[in-house]
């Protein structure tokens, strides 16, 4: 059974450092492209950053940068390293993960909320 698990969430002030992490369990890492994602309230959920299974990356404007993605195919996690956080990065964080042949999976979510 496929399971991703993200952890590393928190509360952080401005200007702050937070890295995420989500491990895939349960099949093959190596087979899926991994992505971030997160979603504020009241608002649609949106990219973060992905990576693919050769190592290329994609970054919203948002946080170009400011984080980086990144994947450890021996550990069977891909990361996020948020740094210069902001206000309006305050979000609940998922991790995507796709296979070759299209199959989705998300994570549970962790929150990252940026206050003072």
Known sequence: QVQLV????????????????????????????????????GKQRELVAEIDRVGITNYADSVKGRFTISRDNAKNTAYLQMNSLKFEDTAVYYCKAVRYDGDTDWGQGTQVTVSS
């Open 6 to 41: 993200e952890s590393g969430g928190g509360l952080v002030q401005p200007g702050g450092s937070l890295r995420l992490s989500c491990v895939l369990s349960g099949t093959i890492f190596n087979f899926y492209d991994m992505g971030w994602y997160r979603q504020a309230p």
